[in-house]
């Protein structure tokens, strides 16, 4: 993930988080703002793919991009850092209001979450990555092979 989406990411879910704390204290529960909680969730895993995905960056980014891996990092670390805040606040919050029981019910909507998400998004990009770096290993390679072969015609002329 670049360095925008990342952003995109943190801004969604410090929104949901936003909408969630008055919603709440509005005296609203748990359940009508459930949509915000997905939302929120959906793009802490976004981010947290991205935390994964810029300490393992594909060969092709390390190679070309080489200073923007680290400024994804360091936006990919920051957005992490946001979100345990957020994460422990609504934890708090959800503890006082409606008991330990109510994180423990969300954690377990989050995992279901993540693992959706995984297997549709996430291999998805995961695969097409793949895909790119395999077309960039072929045009390189076809493109070595090419000059070799000109230099030896070049040569035994």
Do not use: H
Request: with cysteine.
């Amino acid at each position: 993930m670049d360095p925008i989406t990342i952003g995109a990411a943190i801004s969604g879910a410090t929104a949901a988080f936003n909408t969630i704390k008055q919603m709440c204290a509005a005296g609203r529960d748990l359940e009508s703002c459930i949509n915000d909680v997905s939302r929120w969730m959906k793009c802490a895993s976004d981010i947290d793919q991205a935390v994964k995905q810029s300490q393992n960056p594909p060969l092709f980014k390390k190679i070309v991009a080489g200073d923007s891996i680290e400024a994804t990092a360091l936006n990919a670390f920051a957005a992490k850092k946001r979100l345990e805040a957020q994460r422990q606040e609504l934890k708090t919050f959800l503890n006082m209001t409606y008991g330990p029981q109510a994180w423990a019910d969300l954690i377990q909507l989050e995992g279901r979450i993540r693992r959706e998400r995984q297997e549709m998004i996430y291999k998805q990009q995961e695969m097409r990555q793949k895909v790119i770096e395999i077309i960039g290993a072929v045009v390189l390679s076809t493109a070595t092979v090419a000059v070799l072969i000109a230099i030896v015609w070049m040569a035994t002329k």
